[in-house]
């Protein structure tokens, strides 16, 4: 069972780093061409950036390989004797808690580089060092309190229950949805979040809202720019807890029609119920999950020289439900990717096609959204169609679209079927 479970890891390595490495190949050849949707200038930056996050990817992707044997190999069993004084919950909490940060320190390397370097070579990051400190150690208290409170629970029911697989489902369930209506206020100790200081487009977004009958907590901007110039809106938390939230760079890059639009697409997601859709194959994959892991041999855990033991099933979920993700993921990306076709005609008819692709246009050259990708990098990873298709689906049929310049809107010079 170890064996295959083993040889399941080998062939997603396989398949991941072959899609990385051809969709660098695609992009470094059509980078050089003609521009599409961006103009020249913004699409071979574009394709740089894209080339070089990649690059970083691959490199990532071999490292988390080498890792993954290293531990299976005497990394656990090595952890395992390390905390042999513990039991029970005890041990789970403070091996899986050790577990999850050697992996941060291994992993630390590769994300200094892309904060630091990569980032701030093509003018995204704007995050200082004491400030990627303080956002280091927030996201440690939180995870130390929580995440261990998490794994004491799983380890508790684990060895309460001889089904405890079910259980666990059920209370690794309810935590996500928990953990989803308080982010907003967990993103509070990240960011200043103010009420929209523009009353005019707060109230244009309050119709608009009303108008498809969502109800949120606020309208808030978000000081995203302190850490980072990419162009984002979101809808936060569950139930009373949600809340619109703009990036102050995207206010200040977009017209109020073309904010509109965005939230349009978001409102778009929420009318056709995507998130309790999302929410639904979440616990769907995650019940999948718990029955595998639930009732795995011993035979697994003695091939990696651990006790079939609360902190043992925990860690052996954390290895290897990567490989089901990611299997799983072309199906659910394309589920995802019909439901942005569908928010984007929603978007679309909240205020119009001219105003969405002026938005789009803007977030791909502010963020330096690569239009192509290769096919088969888009069937593996692409959760969002890429954007020329989104401009297709939405009736763009115009060649000239990759001449306008970074900081224009169309001007009516899109052409539609």
Request: proline residues 3%; neutral net charge.
């Amino acid at each position: 069972m170890l064996e295959i479970a083993i040889i399941g890891y080998c062939i997603y390595f396989l398949i991941n780093f072959y899609t990385t490495f051809m969709q660098i190949d695609y992009v470094q050849k059509a980078k050089n061409g003609n521009a599409v949707i961006l103009n020249q200038s913004g699409f071979k930056i574009a394709g740089n950036y894209s080339v070089e996050s990649n690059k970083l990817g691959l490199l990532t992707i071999l490292y988390d390989f080498m890792l993954f044997f290293l531990w299976i190999g005497f990394g656990l069993e090595a952890l395992n004797t390390l905390t042999n004084d513990y039991t029970g919950w005890v041990k789970a909490v403070i091996f899986i808690d050790s577990f999850i940060i050697i992996n941060w320190l291994f992993a630390l390397p590769f994300d200094l580089y892309s904060t630091f370097s990569l980032d701030k070579r093509y003018g995204f990051s704007n995050i200082t060092k004491k400030l990627y400190i303080q956002d280091t150690l927030k996201s440690g208290v939180l995870f130390l309190i929580f995440g261990s409170a998490a794994i004491a629970g799983l380890a508790l029911i684990i060895e309460s229950f001889p089904s405890w697989w079910i259980y666990g489902f059920g209370f690794i369930f309810g935590v996500v949805i928990v953990i989803n209506i308080l982010a907003p206020y967990f993103m509070m100790l990240f960011n200043k979040f103010e009420p929209l200081k523009d009353e005019i487009l707060k109230e244009k977004i309050e119709i608009l809202l009303k108008s498809v009958g969502f109800k949120s907590s606020g309208v808030f901007s978000s000081d995203a720019s302190k850490r980072d110039n990419r162009l984002n809106a979101y809808f936060g938390g569950l139930g009373g807890s949600k809340r619109v939230v703009l990036f102050d760079t995207l206010i200040e890059k977009l017209s109020h029609n073309e904010l509109l639009a965005v939230l349009g697409h978001e409102l778009g997601h929420a009318k056709n119920g995507d998130i309790y859709k999302n929410i639904g194959i979440m616990g769907f994959v995650l019940f999948i999950f718990f029955a595998i892991f639930g009732n795995l041999p011993d035979e697994v855990f003695l091939g990696l020289g651990l006790a079939n033991e609360p902190y043992a099933i925990i860690v052996v979920f954390m290895l290897f439900s990567s490989i089901f993700s990611f299997f799983l993921m072309p199906l659910i990306s394309a589920m995802s990717r019909h439901n942005e076709y569908a928010a984007d005609r929603f978007g679309s008819e909240m205020q119009t096609k001219e105003d969405l692709i002026n938005a789009l246009l803007k977030l791909a050259n502010e963020n330096k959204s690569f239009p192509l990708s290769h096919p088969l990098y888009i069937f593996f990873h692409y959760s969002h169609p890429p954007l020329v298709e989104r401009f297709k689906a939405l009736g763009f049929y115009g060649a000239g679209i990759g001449q306008i310049k970074e900081d224009e809107a169309l001007k009516g010079n899109c052409k539609y079927e």
